[in-house]
Structure formats: structure tokens, C-alpha cells
């Protein structure tokens, strides 16, 4: 059994910026790829930024230069910085963990709103 447990969601005013953070535990293999995703009302689930076990990145285009992911491999957290929030990224956001055989993990997703 895996567990992802998220943090850091919150209200926000635009501008503003939070700090997100997964930490998996459990019977999990070493961890390959940490990645963040999001969902919106009535809309799909969509890719947000991605780091590998090598620290290599890479984001979607609508946050890049903006949100900042990171890892620390001791602790098998994963973290998004999120700065210059916008009302678009309203959204409930999801961390994703894939381990070394594959085996996709996903937490139960945390909220953030952006709102004056």
C-alpha cells in the first residue's frame, strides 16, 4: 500500500503564491518521476510540471517561469513553488508518483483557489 499525502492549498489572492507538497510512504519501489497536476471545474486533467529521479524538469507552458517544482529523494516529498498566481490556476491539484517498475501513484488532491 502507497500513500501520497498533499499539502499547502489554500485561498490566495491573485499575485499571491503557495507552496505544495506530496510526500509518498509505504511499500513503494525507489521513486523514478514526480509530477503535479491539476484539474478545474469542468475540465480534464491536465499536466502541470514534471521532475525526474536525474532533477531534470519540465512544465506546461502556461506556468513556466511562474511555478517552480522540486524533490527531496530522502524524504520522497515532491513540492511546487507556485508564485504570480492567477485566477486560472484555480484548481485542485494532484501530485503523481511513478516508481521504478512503473506502478503510477496518485494522491487525493488538495485545492487552490485564487481570488481577490
Known amino acids: 500500500q502507497v500513500q501520497l499525502v498533499e499539502s499547502g492549498g489554500g485561498l490566495v489572492q491573485p499575485g499571491g503564491s503557495l507552496r505544495l507538497s506530496c510526500a509518498a510512504s509505504g511499500n513503494l519501489f525507489a521513486i523514478n518521476a514526480m509530477a503535479w497536476y491539476r484539474q478545474a471545474p469542468g475540465k480534464q486533467r491536465e499536466f502541470v510540471a514534471k521532475i525526474a529521479s536525474g532533477s531534470s524538469t519540465n512544465y506546461a507552458d502556461s506556468v513556466k517561469g511562474r511555478f517552480t517544482i522540486s524533490r527531496d529523494n530522502a524524504l520522497n516529498t515532491v513540492y511546487l513553488q507556485m508564485n504570480s498566481l492567477k485566477p486560472e490556476d484555480t484548481a485542485v491539484y494532484y501530485c503523481?508518483?511513478?516508481?521504478?517498475?512503473?506502478?503510477?501513484?496518485w494522491g487525493q488532491g488538495t485545492q487552490v483557489t485564487v481570488s481577490s
Open positions: 503523481n508518483v511513478v516508481d521504478a517498475i512503473g506502478s503510477s501513484y
